[in-house]
């Protein structure tokens, strides 16, 4: 079986599998880093979204042939050690989260988005994150907490649990 | 008092006035917290959740509550938690009544044991409800042992102690905190649950407030929450292929074949046992990773036997529905008054119409999947199995468990799992045998993971189906008669879950001459519970249609429904699961003053009213929705209202409320399951799409927090969405819309 070595989280992996194996399962099943989720193996939710060189991309269809040598970030490596990403704790503050399933790559999206544009309006959030799906319906608070994150002044803004007629 | 309690209490005192700190104060004591069962928990049933090692060690109250010796109050969760927020809104409710500090709260799964921890199911919006006064009375007797215990150390009358910021307080403001009670607290006697006094609503510190979910942190950093992260020790992994005509049988397959390719374990055919909710015929596949089983099940070929396999087709239930447009079905099942009169008034205004939806998929973004470890048992030991299930009912896993593996509640060991989503998917845990059967095969722990395509076309569905409906005015534009033809969906010649129309729908209550027939087709597809059943698709109907009565009688929707629903009463005194019209005018009249109803809008927008009572909760929903010539539709707002009481996490509680919208917009406009030959005929989100981000409406959510007991919110903000976006169509367009989804009448988003 071929052996590749990733640059994951950080630290080099060396990964025995086959040629078509996605990153997805190498990640999940062979790491254990079971934070990048399934949910449809053709590139069309965004729950495996995870950062090849700081793009975002659909780990259930990039083989890890394909990225073989290249940098991978995933959900379990987005905080700078126990400090979390900005947008974890955006997350946590704005209670994004229903069943939860969707956000590690709702929040891959997102911070694929932030560094390129670092003050995004309620559009580039749109654009970017359109490809990330939520069954339960969270989008709402998924964009509240990119600004939240991004400190974005002058935007669509709810906060946990409150209505606009409360924040205004 | 026994000598034990004399030293304990002595010890307390000595240690919290010379200000030893609890781990300090425990060691020098060498006691271990005891605890004390109740209501129905039983000595016995307490003592042996005790053995729980991890429980001895701490101050065990009840058994929803332990305080350790770093003064953590650990509050389990017993419910299953699949996105509705109950994990972080019960033990909100103990903690209030306990006079915990939020802060100092852990929240914990709890062990899958019913007499412990009573019903731990969730389904129906009935957690929230059926538990309220469970945790209210857990919350309560604890502060009542900690005051108990404080009463003792600091020798002052129980009366002038009060529990709260997770202390107990002397009306002189000398205080100890609960963890340095916890132990005597243990100790003390259980209060009887009559004597109990809960706190006012204006005391609430807790509930009320807003809270984010205790898993957010796992949740945002990706740890193991859910039941597809399941772990196990020398786990293999596995697929499993079922016929794709629903309940067809294996006649053979390429095993050797399969069993060649790389990552391969194993390959064998499963006889089934003919009960979807079970075990289904079909070919397992197991493997080192999920992408071999996945992989592999791509080059299977099985012979199925089709014979006694599902027929179903939608068209055909189509054509046959469009036969009965206008007709009335066989005997009526409900029956008031005489509308045939009222229709052949020719004072009055009749109007009639047809409208149809479709079944639907749960779609959860994590498609089905279990793992168990079946361990055969040797010399004399018994078999066991343990399971790690994403379930909305762990403890149901027992039945099949007994029926097909001979396996008694002893032998089998339930880990309750966080579900990512369920919308009443996971009552069903036919995967929860499918691995089981597996895993004991193969001697190995194993986690069966469905496709997504597996998921799509092994639901149980939200039923489809047709409803041709006929209402008369008067003069004055007063609803005099409602007549309904439903034509739903049996199965083994009993209907289906989700299909049906009976005397508790509005407004068949509220008005005098009503007739409600049925014609039911004879359906194989699996149908089952499906966010709100009945309601999600009664409502379309129903307040789609009033709406269209109300314009053609001249009538303001919102006075006409309020007229319908007439003086405040109860529809049924004391029983919450009947409407209160005082309580449905309330949110009916808050929605449109926040939405602005009857302002003047420019051309090509328009807003809409619906009203929807289902699952105790009254919601009243306005939507303002732009409509261009292309039939191109933007939601810009959709205003709702609620009334289920007292809301207990007040960020839980909008989030249910916007993800219901934007879940019932999604639903309305693209959503369609359609079945041939018994093969489902969609497989992924290319052909059963979900609504994006930038569809997505702003959501204001208003509540009123009457005073009647709390009511679950997962459910009832779905049902008014589609009629209140098809009424807003409407007010826009001019155009009806009767059928969903609205991608088939030409509509996008």
């Known amino acids: 079986m071929p052996r590749y070595t990733l640059n994951i989280n950080g630290a080099d992996q060396t990964l025995d599998v086959e040629p078509d194996m996605p990153l997805l399962w190498a990640l999940r099943d062979g790491l254990g880093l079971i934070g990048t989720k399934y949910g449809c193996g053709i590139a069309q939710c965004g729950a495996c979204t995870v950062h090849v060189n700081g793009m975002a991309i659909r780990s259930c269809v990039t083989t890890v042939s394909s990225i073989a040598g290249q940098k991978v970030t995933t959900i379990e490596g987005l905080a700078n050690g126990t400090q979390l990403h900005p947008l974890q704790q955006a997350w946590i503050d704005v209670d994004v989260a229903q069943c939860g399933y969707c956000q590690a790559g709702q929040i891959m999206s997102a911070a694929a988005l932030l560094t390129t544009k670092p003050d995004p309006s309620d559009a580039d959030i749109d654009a970017a994150l359109a490809g990330n799906y939520c069954r339960c319906g969270t989008y709402l608070r998924i964009r509240s907490a990119i600004h939240k994150a991004a400190n974005t002044k002058n935007a669509l803004f709810y906060d946990a649990g409150r209505t606009q007629e409360q924040l205004a | ?749």
Not at chain 2, 582 to 610: D, F, Q
């Open chain 2, 1 to 749: 008092m026994n000598n034990d309690q004399s030293s304990l209490i002595a010890s307390i005192r000595k240690a919290t006035a010379t200000g030893i700190d609890r781990r300090g104060f425990l060691k020098l004591t060498g006691l271990l917290g005891g605890g004390f069962a109740l209501a129905a928990m039983t000595p016995s049933v307490f003592a042996a959740a005790a053995e729980d090692a991890p429980l001895i060690s701490d101050a065990q109250l009840n058994a929803f509550i332990r305080v350790t010796p770093e003064g953590k109050i650990v509050i389990y969760s017993a419910n299953a938690e699949m996105g509705q927020g109950i994990k972080t809104a019960l033990p909100m409710v103990i903690a209030e009544e306990m006079g915990a500090s939020w802060s100092d709260v852990e929240v914990l799964q709890s062990p899958v044991n019913e007499s412990l921890f009573g019903q731990q199911g969730a389904g129906g919006s009935t957690t929230v409800p059926r538990t309220w006064d469970q945790m209210r009375q857990m919350g309560a007797s604890a502060r009542e042992m900690f005051i108990g215990a404080g009463a003792i150390v600091m020798e002052v009358p129980r009366e002038e102690l009060t529990a709260a910021n997770s202390r107990v307080t002397h009306d002189s403001g000398e205080f100890r905190t609960f963890a340095q009670l916890a132990s005597l607290a243990a100790k003390q006697p259980v209060p009887d649950v009559a004597t109990l006094e809960f706190k006012e609503r204006e005391d609430y510190t807790i509930i009320g407030t807003a809270i984010s979910g205790v898993d957010n942190k796992v949740i945002v950093t990706g740890g193991a929450l859910f039941g597809i992260d399941t772990r196990v020790p020398d786990m293999l992994y596995a697929a499993y292929q079922k016929c794709p005509a629903i309940g067809g049988k294996v006649v053979g397959a390429n095993i050797e074949e399969i069993k060649r390719l790389p990552g391969i374990v194993d390959a064998f055919i499963v006889k089934g046992n003919d009960n979807v909710m079970e075990l289904l015929d079909g070919v397992a596949i197991v493997g080192t990773n999920t992408h071999a089983v996945f992989s592999a099940k791509q080059k299977l070929n099985v012979q199925w036997d089709e014979s006694k396999a599902s027929k179903d087709s939608w068209s055909k239930m189509a054509k046959d529905a469009e036969a009965l447009r206008g007709k009335r079905g066989g005997e009526p099942v409900v029956k008031k008054g005489d509308v045939d009169t009222v229709f052949g008034n020719a004072q009055n205004t009749t109007v009639e119409a047809f409208y149809e939806y479709p079944f639907v998929a749960h779609f959860c973004m994590e498609p089905m999947n279990c793992t168990a470890d079946y361990k055969k048992g040797s010399g004399g030991t018994k078999d066991t199995v343990e399971l790690w299930i994403p379930t909305q009912g762990p403890a149901r896993a027992f039945g099949p468990m007994k029926t097909m593996f001979g396996l008694e509640q002893d032998q089998v060991t339930i880990n309750q799992m966080r579900l990512g989503g369920s919308f009443g998917r996971r009552i069903y845990s036919e995967y929860v045998c499918e691995v089981t059967e597996i895993s004991k095969r193969v001697g190995k722990p194993v986690k069966l993971t469905w496709t997504r395509e597996d998921d799509t076309r092994h639901d149980f569905y939200r039923v489809g189906g047709f409803q041709s409906v006929k209402a008369a005015v008067n003069k004055s534009g007063k609803l005099l008669a409602f007549e309904n033809h439903h034509i739903g969906m049996r199965s083994d010649g009993k209907l289906v879950v989700g299909s049906g129309f009976t005397a508790d729908e509005f407004p068949l209550q509220s008005i005098d001459n009503v007739r409600v027939t049925n014609t039911l087709f004879e359906i194989r597809t699996p149908c089952g519970p499906w966010r709100a059943p009945r309601s999600n698709t009664n409502a379309f109907v129903v307040q789609s249609f009033l709406d269209e009565v109300a314009h053609k009688a001249g009538r303001d929707y919102r006075d006409f429904l309020l007229e319908i629903l007439g003086p405040s009463r109860w529809i049924e005194e004391g029983n919450i699961r009947a409407m209160h019209t005082g309580r449905a005018a309330g949110v009916i009249k808050l929605a449109a003053e926040k939405a602005g109803w009857g302002k003047k809008l420019p051309a090509g927008t328009g807003l809409g009213l619906a009203f929807f009572f289902s699952h105790a909760g009254h919601i009243a929903e306005v939507a303002e929705v732009e409509v261009d010539a292309n039939k191109k539709l933007k939601v810009k707002r959709v205003t709702v209202a609620v009334d289920v009481g007292p809301v207990i996490n007040f960020s839980g509680a909008v989030s249910q409320v916007q993800g219901a919208v934007i879940d019932g917009l999604s639903t309305m406009m693209m959503q369609k399951i359609t079945m041939e030959g018994g093969r489902i005929q969609q497989s992924n989100f290319h052909d059963y799409p979900v609504l994006r981000m930038p569809s997505a409406p702003i959501v204001d959510v208003h509540f009123i927090q009457s005073d009647y007991r709390p009511t679950g919110l997962g459910e009832p903000a779905l049902p008014p969405l589609a009629p209140a976006v098809g009424n807003a169509i409407f007010a826009a367009s001019g155009q009806r819309v009767r059928k969903m989804p609205l991608s088939e009448e030409g509509y996008s988003i």
